[in-house]
């Protein structure tokens, strides 16, 4: 089996966001049967809460919509990105500051913006496509980012379900029937070809 596809959610502090859009995005692969497959993670530009939960908010919200959480707040590293294949920016700030990250062009091309996989961006119905931090507000911007969160999922669960290599059927046979088919073919008269 090759190796699971990775992608890590970044905001600012790890706290809010990105953990939010990790556990709707955990949910839908489960959902999808795509769980083995992709690897899904978080972290934050700063590490001004590393070692932290989530934010008592985030939980909140998360909870009331049905998601699981268990979250320790970490900050991203450059040298991820050798073993990420995509790294979804939750506003147009870190999708900047992640790729000046970024050590190679090819690193720099993995970092999105999140809602770019959104219905509303494919339209254009939208020039606004960050989702705002929640931090400062009150428990509906929270709401509101979980609906954003959401909406985008769908469109970047697509992407990735289209990105992963086509399943491979593999039939189970014994050794002794691949042996004999070879022993068979060996003993096979060479055909002439006709002209």
């Known amino acids: 089996m ?43 530009t700063g590490g001004w809460h590393e070692g932290d939960g989530a934010d008592p908010r985030t939980v909140a919200v998360l909870r009331a919509g049905g998601y699981e959480n268990a979250h320790t707040a970490r900050q ?48 254009g119905a939208t020039d606004d496509l960050d989702v705002p931090d929640p931090y400062y507000g009150g428990f509906e911007g929270f709401e509101e980012c979980l609906e954003m969160v959401e ?7 697509a992407a990735i379900r289209a990105a992963l290599p086509a399943p491979t059927v593999v039939t189970a046979r014994g050794a002794d029937h691949d042996n004999r088919r070879t022993a068979r073919e060996q003993h096979r008269p060479q055909e002439k070809e006709s002209a």
């Open 2 to 44: 090759t190796a699971p596809f990775r992608v890590c959610f970044v905001c600012t502090g790890n706290i809010c966001r990105s953990p939010m859009a990790e556990s709707v995005f955990r949910a839908r692969l489960a959902e999808d049967g795509l769980d083995g497959l992709v690897e899904v993670d978080s972290a934050g």
């Open 76 to 123: 991203f590293h450059a040298s991820w990105f050798d073993r990420l294949d995509l790294v979804i920016a939750l506003d147009s700030g870190h999708l900047r500051e992640l790729r000046r990250l970024a050590p190679t062009a090819q690193d720099a091309a993995k970092v999105r913006l999140l809602r770019t996989y959104g219905t509303g961006a494919a339209t």
């Open 151 to 157: 909406e985008a999922s769908e469109g970047l669960l």
